[in-house]
C-alpha cells in the first residue's frame, strides 16, 4: 500500500516540471470548484451509505488538500506538515477532556467544551489582529 509519504511525493512530482501540465496551472482560486464537487460526491456517497466510493471520494478531497498544501508550500506561506501540525494541535487543544484534565458525562457535554474552548480561541484571536 502507498503511503501518506508516497502521496506528498507524488503531488510534488504532478507540480514539478516534468509532472502534468494541469496540476501545474492549478492555483488555489482554480481549485476551488474541484474541492467543493469532490466535497459533495463525499457527501453523495455518506447519503448512498456507499462506503467503496466514500473512500474514494475522501481520497479525492485529499487530494485537494494536498494540491493546496503543495501550491502554498512553492509561495513559502506553508506546508502539508504545517497543515497536519495545525490539526493535531487544535484537536489536542478543542479535546482537553481526552487530552487533559477535563471531565465530560456526554456527547452534548463534550461539544459545549469544544464550543466553549473555540470561543476561547476566536476571542484571544482578535487581540492578535491588528
Known amino acids: 500500500m ?32 474541484h474541492l467543493v464537487e469532490e466535497s459533495e460526491e463525499v457527501l453523495l456517497a455518506i447519503d448512498n ?11 479525492d478531497v485529499l487530494y485537494q488538500v ?6 502554498a508550500r512553492e509561495n513559502n506561506a506553508f506546508s502539508i506538515d504545517n497543515v497536519v501540525n495545525g490539526i493535531c494541535e487544535k484537536m489536542i487543544r478543542r ?5 487533559g484534565d477535563k471531565k465530560v458525562n456526554s456527547s452534548e457535554e463534550g461539544e459545549a467544551l469544544w464550543n466553549a474552548v473555540k470561543m476561547l480561541e476566536k476571542g484571544s484571536q482578535k487581540w492578535k489582529k491588528p
Open 2 to 33: 502507498y503511503t501518506f509519504e508516497d502521496l506528498v511525493n507524488i503531488t510534488i512530482k504532478l507540480r514539478s516540471d516534468e509532472g502534468c501540465p494541469w496540476d501545474r496551472e492549478q492555483t488555489h482560486e482554480s481549485l476551488k470548484k
Open 49 to 59: 451509505k456507499d462506503m467503496e466510493n466514500l473512500c474514494e471520494e475522501l481520497g
Open 66 to 71: 494536498m494540491i493546496h498544501s503543495q501550491i
Open 95 to 99: 479535546h482537553p477532556h481526552v487530552f
